[in-house]
């Protein structure tokens, strides 16, 4: 990514240029200007975004890989060109480390089952944290439900942050995976991944990153961090749902087998005997998601001029703002107050349910996310049943924060303490 010039908080100006590149923020919802606060669960896409995938089915619409007619050359060319585009945008050396999936979730189930699978025994262990979002927690159970092997969970402590001792600790001697999210979605919490990973490292032990939540708003640098998978969505990061890719040193890679099987992952095929294609593509069986993967790198694009760094200072004043104003009202409980933080902030009401919060929130035109955030365990820790969370963008305002609330003042009238 571009590797811009410190500068301060970006100015007024600046945050609604962005804005307006956006056309979905123009909305209106139930007579109220769309304020969006969902940008966890999936951001909006910038008119760049839209309009690569709409110039990709109006002109180059074919299948790739597979003809020599113009057509095919222009869609494998752009579709492996997306595929470049991902690896320098997370520093990876070579764009083979880099396989299309689905998003997280799909990339994650291809290394429980196609990395780790077939090297667990009975009694070996997998190591997570308390903060997963179930994608990083139910393929790891199923894969030991599958082999016989032990999940192991590193605690968090009450503010949301993870227990770097524990984390050591339980590193141990049958330890053969850990997998770690980059950022939560449902505290906001960074991780210390660097560290987290010299010590798995040191124990011979490889490490998979979860970056659904941090991709939109941490520059990442697998060649840096060293992690030897990493996972994450093109519908986070600005980019289209359906999409998303999988960082697999290559190594690792080129010795795990094929996890699904069928067109374009094969090099040859008789009924005795199939080859298998090299990486990435024999990860890829089937006709990919093509308009997907073009639609992802212009998103990158997008977000590469603007600067993730610069980004993350303007989501950092928003989450200041919000916390300020949410810690002064007596009736709110913040859930994850890490040091380090993503614009991400859950939080409980007295007297009104989460839902409830949310329904009036909508009403007043904010969308929020609601509910367990698809990390349970996170609510059972904070013995909560539901929050609700504001997860801001690059295009979010403070007026907007205002607009949340105004709705959370409104919520108190109906839900009188
Ligand atoms: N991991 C984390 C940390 C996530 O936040 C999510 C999605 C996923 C994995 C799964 O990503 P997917 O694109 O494969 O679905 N998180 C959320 C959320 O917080 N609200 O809706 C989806």
Same mark, same amino acid.
């Given at each position: 990514m571009n590797l811009l010039e410190p500068v301060g908080i970006p100015d007024t100006e600046a945050v609604m240029g962005w804005r307006s590149d956006f056309p979905i923020l123009r909305e209106s919802v139930h007579g109220k200007p769309l304020v969006y606060l969902d940008n966890a669960a999936t951001t909006q896409k910038p008119a760049s975004v839209i309009a690569a995938e709409q110039a990709y089915y109006e002109h180059d619409n074919a299948n790739v890989h597979r003809g020599v007619h113009l057509l095919s050359q222009r869609a494998t060319d752009a579709y492996e060109g997306a595929r470049a585009r991902i690896a320098r945008f997370i520093g990876a050396a070579h764009e083979k480390e880099i396989v299309y999936t689905r998003g997280t979730t799909e990339a994650i189930n291809l290394v429980a089952q196609s990395y780790a699978r077939p090297r667990l025994q009975p009694g070996d262990e997998v190591l997570i944290t308390a903060m997963e979002h179930h994608s990083n927690i139910v393929p790891w159970q199923l894969v030991c439900a599958q082999t016989g092997a032990l999940l192991k969970v590193t605690p968090i402590d009450d503010d949301g942050t993870l227990d770097l001792d524990v984390y050591e600790r339980l590193l141990g001697p049958r330890t053969r995976m850990a997998a770690v999210s980059h950022a939560s979605n449902a505290l906001g919490t960074v991780n210390p991944l660097a560290q987290m990973i010299e010590l798995a490292h040191a124990r011979g032990v !490889?490490?998979? %990153? &979860?970056?659904? @939540?941090?991709? +939109?708003?941490?520059? %990442?640098? %697998?060649?840096?961090? &060293?992690?030897? $998978?990493?996972?994450?969505?093109?519908? *986070? #990061?600005?980019? !289209?749902?359906?999409? =998303?890719?999988?960082? +697999? *040193?290559?190594?690792?890679? &080129?010795?795990?087998?094929?996890? @699904?099987?069928?067109? &374009?992952?094969?090099?040859?095929?008789? $009924?005795? *005997?199939?080859?298998?294609?090299?990486?990435?593509?024999? $990860?890829?069986?089937?006709? !990919?998601?093509? +308009?997907?993967? #073009?639609?992802? /790198?212009?998103?990158?694009?997008?977000?590469?001029?603007? =600067?993730?760094?610069?980004? @993350?200072?303007?989501?950092?004043?928003?989450?200041?703002?919000?916390?300020?104003?949410?810690?002064?009202? !007596?009736?709110?409980?913040?859930? /994850?107050?890490? *040091? @380090?933080?993503? =614009?991400? %902030?859950?939080?409980?009401?007295?007297?009104?349910?989460?839902?409830d919060i949310g329904t009036i929130l909508d009403q007043c035109g904010v969308a929020v996310r609601t509910g367990h955030h698809c990390a349970m365990p996170v609510m059972e820790r904070y013995g909560v049943p539901a929050t609700v969370r504001a997860s801001f963008a690059l295009y979010n305002t403070r007026a907007e924060v205002d607009a949340l609330l105004d709705g959370l003042a409104r919520v108190e009238e109906v839900f009188p303490l």
């Open positions: !490889p490490v998979l %990153v &979860d970056g659904a @939540q941090a991709i +939109a708003h941490l520059p %990442v640098d %697998v060649a840096a961090l &060293d992690c030897d $998978f990493y996972a994450f969505s093109g519908h *986070k #990061i600005y980019g !289209p749902t359906g999409i =998303g890719a999988l960082y +697999a *040193k290559a190594a690792l890679l &080129d010795a795990m087998p094929p996890w @699904q099987g069928g067109g &374009d992952m094969i090099r040859s095929v008789t $009924f005795e *005997k199939t080859e298998y294609n090299v990486i990435p593509w024999r $990860f890829e069986a089937g006709t !990919p998601n093509i +308009a997907g993967a #073009i639609g992802l /790198g212009a998103a990158l694009d997008y977000v590469s001029v603007i =600067g993730l760094e610069v980004a @993350q200072r303007h989501e950092a004043d928003l989450l200041a703002y919000a916390n300020a104003a949410l810690r002064a009202m !007596p009736n709110v409980r913040i859930i /994850g107050m890490a *040091k @380090q933080k993503l =614009g991400i %902030v859950s939080f409980v009401m007295e007297n009104a349910h989460a839902h």
